[in-house]
């Protein structure tokens, strides 16, 4: 078999087993759900052994401590992948939900219901153990998977995948075998065959760093559900309290730097900017935040402070370093965003609610906070909970993506014999 | 300037107007959209003029009188577009509805509200009157419009642009001008220019024939909303009222057979296949439907029946065809709607309730009836007041797409200085 066929025949497996899905009952996907996890407990040993293989691989291409890091399963890390799947069979069942219902004149009911989205591709880097978390999400909400990790990682991904699979048939459900499959293969030229495979995929769900993103944007003929990167901005308006302002821009920038909810630029009106930048500047600082400034800011702030080039703006510098720029006020503020931001999480900090309305409509963003941390933006945090990552698209779901956000839906009639006159 | 260049700026004009359109109050889009419909009807001379030019360029390519007939804008259409635009202007806004409110046990406030999508490329054929239909219901959800019709109806087109945008200026609303544009060429080249924007389109819409719109899926790196076609089954289960069948197999096929949303394949079940299938030939004989029949159906039918080929349960007659087949059961009829159908509309005539629910949640379809024709799949049946299309896409909106469906989402978060501990 050619690549192509092997990567048509994949899909068409996908497809089918998602056509078989949606008539497992919520109690016996839990089930298999509670069988994967006890599987992948009872034979860590056989997920040890495929990890050591990919180690030993990883170790030979050379892979940097931190990527080793990532790629190893540990007794922890294996209890975390099943005690994830648990969570997931205890989360309430997002398929079916009555999203509207209207009785037509005509005599036509109508109802529009939550169904799966059918064959997914995930793709993702190191972490084998969202092999596990991204293939029990997609079941529990009626969705086969397709599951391609980084290649360091295949005999991890496929020990994992293949232990669900087994206990998922080993149940008295009727789980589809091929309901949760991994890409057989490393080649790269497998991620544009099966995502040009449009009748068989309906969604491709990227995860990892923005280079892969954007390839994987760049070469699919199915829809993608992704987020770049996150270039949050926090606003601090004219109308701020300053003690709040200072502990969410703290927050912001410093509560975990290297996620994509981390604040990445600072935008300060410029009728506060004098006070306010100053005591930024000494808190950010403190926690050791190296700030890049606009010629406003550093008018304020000395010409110690690096001055920010064009590129700044853009950046998602993941670190303790931080854009300042200041700002003739809330229009300015929302059209930086709209230009500069990635669409994630941006923030206003303001006493004056007129301000924050304003701010909350015309910021075009998946998530925009009145006087609160872009840390928020999470899954757990929005009561998912688990996410399988955030969209900054707006086809789909948008913002964090739990189970309700692995869903479409489809319009159900019903008629007593009803024909249109 | 380069076709490339012209379509950036075109986009990114779209993409700022974009941002400008949700600062508008719904009594401010209304005026416009009424300013706009009294413009048409007022300059009606002046679309007529340039669609004089349209219909001679027409003629000289040779066009068929049916398609000259629909580029033609006669005064009933003038009327009809601005009567449109009323209607639109009469529809309550889509914009601000909540669709989910949840206050978390950290006290953050969460609401998930409906927002304009952004930037949409509408691509059309022939009829010019979609360029007011699809501009007004694009704005009044928020959106920005580049609309793209047949290279015969250019001048039609931008006349009709033209008067609604001159006309929205001058209300005293903030009518953002490049909210509705008309792609200024008719170069081919110039749709995948536009539709590689990434960062500028947010959505893609093309309306027309099967062979356009696989061309614009197959060009686009921006999210397409479409279907391909309509090959919608209706399956006559064994415990089916016959005269309530008969009545739903004709009215299905023969009320508007040149419609997407007609029967195209009509499926028996074998046990009552001997009695049923008689009378329904008969009775769509008499509507002169030719049928295009299995084995199975032959054989009760009679060898005068012309057989289907495989390429037929595949084919969107659009015509007084059908396609018949006898199936041994309700599992074969769901397999063969989703290995044969298109995902638009299909049918279970049955009086047995349990048969309707497995039937409506394994056809993996946007709409599925139970004891109604498919003619029932509409914006205006559904009670969308208009419809910008139907899509049978599972990201995004699915079934008919009126103003909601011309929506995203965004969630709003309000703290009060709230951090992540």
Known sequence: ???????????????????????????????????????????????????????????????????????????????????????????????????????????????????????????????????????????KSGNSTILRGGKEALNSNQAIACLMVEAGLNTSADFPEHAIQVVPTTERAAIPELLSQIDLIDLCIPRGGEGLIRAVAECSRVPVIKHYKGICCVYIDGKADFDMALEIVVNSKTHRPGVCNAMETLLVDESIAPEFLQRAARALSNKGVELRADEGARTILGDNCKPATAEDWDTEYLDLICAVRVVGGLEEAIEHINEHGSGHTDVIVTDDEAAAARFQNEV??????????????????????????????????????????????????????????
């Open 1 to 139: 078999m050619s690549l192509k066929e092997e990567m048509m025949e994949l899909a068409r497996q996908s497809k089918q087993a998602s056509r078989l899905l949606p008539r497992m009952s919520t109690d016996d996907k839990n089930a298999c759900l509670n069988a994967m996890a006890d599987a992948i407990v009872e034979n860590a040993a056989v997920i040890k052994e495929a990890n050591a293989k990919d180690m030993e691989t990883g170790r030979g291409m050379g892979l940097s401590d931190a990527m080793l890091d990532r790629l190893l399963l540990s007794d922890e890390r294996i209890n975390g992948m099943a005690n994830g799947l648990c969570e997931v069979a205890d989360l309430p069942d997002p398929l079916g939900e009555i999203l509207d219902e209207r009785k037509r004149p005509t005599g036509l009911m109508l109802r529009k219901v939550s169904t799966p989205i059918g064959a997914i591709v995930i793709i993702y880097e190191s972490r084998p153990n969202v092999t596990a978390d991204a293939a029990g999400l997609c079941f």
């Open 364 to 421: 075009d963003s998946s998530t925009v906070f009145w006087n609160a941390s872009t840390r928020f933006t999470d899954g757990g945090q929005f009561g998912m909970g688990a996410e399988i990552g955030i969209s900054t698209d707006k086809i789909g779901a948008r913002g964090p993506m739990g189970l309700a956000e692995l869903t479409s839906y489809k319009w159900l009639g019903m008629g007593d014999g009803l024909i249109r006159e």
